[in-house]
């Protein structure tokens, strides 16, 4: 193992965050669900109006980690925080603690911008993810659920 680095994406850097996403995705055996491509990531992500950042772990040269996250607000809690959308770990570097130097640099990310929690969502079933976020504090909210609108272009429109 050479040295780990972590560091924000850049735009020159879309094509590797869409590749750890598509090998995340084939790990969770949902390949074939992933549509975007790596001019979707650096559109969306490093345009005019970013709507996520990401980190990105290397090992010397070769990326081995990332986690896509973007700000979002409570208005329960009344504070900003951040949800993490998807962290990969390459296979060879899991149980070094990359996955928690990644989570930790989400966190000090958020706190810069006056973050108070963190969120995420992970898939039924993938007990290895659930025990690792465990692991560094996370905990199952049973009292919420989590629902999606896949598809909004015929929804939600009134004629």
């Not at 559109?43 to 980690?65: K, S």
Request: net charge negative.
């Amino acid at each position: 193992m050479g040295t780990i680095t972590i560091r924000q994406a850049v735009a020159a850097d879309a094509a590797i965050v869409h590749r750890l996403l598509q090998d995340l995705a084939i790990t969770l055996g949902k390949g074939e669900v992933m549509t975007s491509t790596a001019a979707d990531i650096e559109r969306f992500g490093f345009g005019e109006q970013p709507h996520f950042e990401a980190l990105l772990a290397f090992d010397g040269e070769e990326p081995v980690g990332l986690t896509v996250y973007f700000f979002e607000f409570s208005t329960w809690r009344g504070r900003p925080g951040v949800y993490v959308q998807d962290m990969y770990v390459a296979p060879e570097m899991r149980g070094r603690g990359l996955g928690r130097d990644l989570m930790e640099s989400v966190v000090r990310r958020s706190r810069e911008r006056g973050g108070s929690y963190v969120k995420l969502a992970v898939y039924d079933g993938n007990e290895q993810a659930i025990g690792f976020y465990q692991s560094l504090g996370f905990e199952i909210c049973a009292d919420e659920q989590v629902l999606a609108l896949r598809d909004q272009r015929d929804r939600l429109t009134r004629e």
